[in-house]
């Protein structure tokens, strides 16, 4: 079998695993002739999947071999499947070829398990030494760690890679046991502890060097030594979405908890998808994606709005025509607006006096956006014309909001306030049209009428722009990185 078979069936082999975004970590560059490689994405080629996510890394598994027969994996053991094996010199060429062709941007690599545990990390690990010692490689690279390997393979790892990535597999202990019954759930989580520990001593010794003095030679050059890195764009976990009976409550609560005990930069969710002869305990179809989609959303709150992981899932009185069970997020709206439906009490809230706390909780605005309201409103009471300049959506947040010249009035208390928020999705023309409206018509009477401008269409309801995929498509890795101002 040669490279370009093997390419084949192990960067589609790849394809399930969403954690592959290449963000967080610190800036390197060839400029002046040194190395090769960049993490700061100049000069990249960037292609597009027709659902918009970027593709700019070198997605591929080391093997797909694996001696574990988790029941949701293609990959397992007992599944019949086409397999293949890289080289540590094959997967270090291709990673450099690509490169050098402006295909990629950086390296995401995973593996089945062959042999044992450490066997496997330590081959993984060699691909990242020997593209950064042999060759230099300054871009960046993403390695998915084995939790059952040593201590010291794991410390290794984080030297040589941009971030590290332990997939929890699912929220609960349960699930993990009956559906992958050979992974150790108390392993993982001590995987990532040690992680964390390592990456923690990490920064602590850099800001520890940067605090202390240089001492040199008369007439010398200060020059400070460089604390060693680990993992600069931190650590990062996946869970499968769909797969069992676990509620979107409970997948929530599991994400509160690893963000905050072992300091995650992203816990990624991946929609269930059924493979080839699967077992019985598995669900025949998919669950629908805008269920990981407002996962995501969910996510974005409790990172940054502020918002506690049980106080986002919202009993099912919010006026929309949403039937679903408990525990689940609503999944004709966002979360954000599902709570403020939900908790109409707490609204409208006055945009000249209220906290950023309560800001950050109005449908429509976002970090940036409440951000920019707290700036202007230092210099004056902003009113409805403010609003627009500032670029806010106005038919979501006029609703929710006091300004000086607009009241909603009884708008919120409105049975169809929710269907009018929520339109329903439609497809667009590359060839609509665009209607401005008339200057007359964009003053605070009316606001809460719908604003026939192009660019006032929500990102949830416009499709991303659709582009060529390159023709090295077998080295396609979906980047599933969720922006902030896609939602809210």
């Known amino acids: 079998m040669n490279t370009q078979q093997k390419l084949a069936i192990l960067a589609d082999a790849a394809k399930y695993d969403a954690s592959c975004a290449s963000s967080g970590t610190s800036k390197r560059n060839s400029v002046g002739g040194k190395g090769i490689g960049s993490t700061e994405g100049s000069g990249i080629c960037h292609s597009y999947a027709p659902d918009g996510r970027c593709i700019s890394l070198l ?23 086409p397999r293949a094996r890289f080289s540590v010199d094959e997967v270090v060429q291709l990673t450099l070829d690509f490169y050098r062709r402006n295909c990629i941007e950086g390296l995401f690599l ?16 060699e691909v990242a030494r020997v593209l950064r010692e042999e060759h230099d490689f300054r871009g960046y690279i993403h390695l998915k760690t084995i939790p059952d390997a040593s201590p010291e393979l794991l410390a290794r790892a984080g030297r040589y890679a941009d971030r590290l990535s332990i997939n929890i597999e699912f929220p609960t202990v349960q699930s993990l046991e009956s559906l992958a019954p050979e992974k150790d ?21 850099a800001h520890e060097a940067a605090r202390s003095s240089s001492v040199t030679l008369p007439r010398g050059l200060a020059k400070r030594a460089q604390a060693p890195r680990f993992a600069p764009a931190g650590q990062s976990t996946q ?66 709005y502020g918002f506690a992981h049980d106080e986002i899932v919202v009993p099912s009185n919010t006026g929309a025509n949403s039937s679903r069970a408990d525990g689940m997020l609503a999944l004709d709206m966002d979360p954000k607006l599902a709570w403020a439906l939900g908790h109409r009490e707490q609204f409208p809230v006055d945009i000249n006096k209220a906290p950023r706390e309560m800001l950050l909780r109005v449908p429509g605005l976002g970090v940036k956006a409440v951000t920019r309201i707290l700036q202007a409103r230092r210099v004056r009471k902003l009113r409805a014309d403010d609003m627009l300049r500032l670029h806010v959506p106005l038919k979501k947040v006029m609703p929710f909001v006091l ?86």
């Open 239 to 304: 869970m499968i979405v769909g797969a069992d009976a676990t509620s979107d409550s409970t997948i929530l609560a599991t994400t509160a908890t690893l963000y905050s005990a072992y300091r995650l930069r992203r816990v990624y969710y991946s929609a269930f998808s059924p493979i080839p002869d699967a077992s019985s305990s598995l669900p025949l179809r998919q669950p629908p994606l805008i269920r990981e989609h407002r996962l995501y959303q969910a996510d974005w709150l409790i990172r940054f």
């Open 403 to 488: 300004l000086a010249d607009h009241q909603p009035g009884t708008s919120l208390d409105a049975l169809n306030l929710a269907s009018r928020l929520t339109p329903a999705p439609q497809q667009a023309g590359l060839f609509d049209e665009c209607v401005t409206a008339p200057p007359q018509e964009q003053h605070a009477p009316a606001l809460l009428s719908p604003i026939p401008t192009a660019s006032r269409t929500p990102l949830l309801t416009a499709p991303l722009p659709t582009r060529a995929l390159p023709t090295l498509a077998a080295t396609s890795a979906l980047s599933r990185e969720v922006r902030s101002d896609a939602w809210v």
């Open 185 to 205: 759930s108390g392993a993982i989580r001590r995987s990532m502890a040690r992680i964390r520990v390592h990456i923690d001593d990490a920064k602590g010794g």
């Open 59 to 81: 997605k591929i598994l080391f093997t797909n071999f694996c001696q574990y027969d988790c029941l949701y994996c293609v990959n397992r053991v007992t599944s019949n499947v």
């Open 110 to 125: 995973s593996s089945g398990i062959i042999q044992s545990p450490d066997y496997t990390m330590e081959q993984v690990v």
